[in-house]
T-cell receptor, first 117, second 111 residues
Framework: DTGVSQDPRHKITKRGQNVTFRCDPISEHNRLYWYRQTLGQGPEFLTYFQNEAQLEKSRLLSDRFSAERPKGSFSTLEIQRTEQGDSAMYLC???????????????FGPGTRLTVL | QKEVEQNSGPLSVPEGAIASLNCTYSDRGSQSFFWYRQYSGKSPELIMSIYSNGDKEDGRFTAQLNKASQYVSLLIRDSQPSDSATYLCAVNTGANSKLTFGKGITLSVRP
């Protein structure tokens, strides 16, 4: 399977705990995005990497959230001191983007569903 | 605030009918437009992309774009029960290509 993969698929944690999610993009894709989706809403952008550089972070992303993409391959999203409001589906997407081009299509992984008790 | 609106839902059509899904966006600088299908409990799946004014057809799906009216639509011909899902409109406005999504329209195709 050469699609985007995410791990774990489900995570249940207690309020105040830290959690980390992993995303493996499609192998030749240089761009990687994290989104968050809550019930009845469309995905909301969290952050974006081009290769290993984190180029944009949403204002939605509090300082409890951090993301990395070492070596421009897989990415991790960590949430520290989780809150019940963090419960959502965390989606990773990747694309092959060229400078100045708007045409790149993003392909999503299966998501990680986080439940904070 | 760049917005994408999908207000016409939920939508129910009989099997074999044409389903018409609409989307408007606020940022005139938007360059590319996408439709994703999302089944309950699953992640979004890209089904159509469109970049120029006019129609783009792919099988039973036709995407329509009118940049002057800031309007994009998706037509599904010969609707099947398997088309029952939430359809998300997404718009890309910036050089970083992040997507802004609408809330989605839930389509139900009655056998």
């Amino acid at each position: 399977d050469t699609g985007v993969s995410q791990d774990p698929r489900h995570k249940i944690t207690k309020r105040g705990q830290n959690v980390t999610f992993r995303c493996d993009p499609i192998s030749e894709h240089n761009r990687l995005y994290w989104y968050r989706q809550t019930l009845g809403q469309g995905p909301e952008f969290l952050t974006y990497f081009q290769n290993e550089a984190q180029l944009e972070k949403s204002r939605l992303l509090s300082d409890r959230f951090s993301a990395e993409r070492p070596k421009g391959s897989f990415s991790t999203l960590e949430i520290q001191r989780t809150e019940q409001g963090d419960s959502a589906m965390y989606l990773c997407a990747s694309s092959l983007g060229l400078a100045g081009e708007y045409y790149n299509e993003q392909f999503f992984g299966p998501g990680t569903r986080l439940t904070v008790l | 605030q760049k917005e994408v609106e999908q207000n016409s839902g939920p939508l129910s059509v009989p099997e074999g009918a044409i389903a018409s899904l609409n989307c408007t966006y606020s940022d005139r600088g938007s360059q590319s437009f996408f439709w994703y299908r999302q089944y309950s409990g699953k992640s979004p799946e890209l089904i159509m992309s469109i970049y120029s004014n006019g129609d783009k057809e792919d099988g039973r799906f036709t995407a329509q774009l009118n940049k002057a009216s800031q309007y994009v639509s998706l037509l599904i011909r010969d609707s099947q029960p398997s088309d029952s899902a939430t359809y998300l409109c997404a718009v890309n406005t910036g050089a970083n290509s992040k997507l802004t999504f609408g809330k989605g329209i839930t389509l139900s195709v009655r056998p």
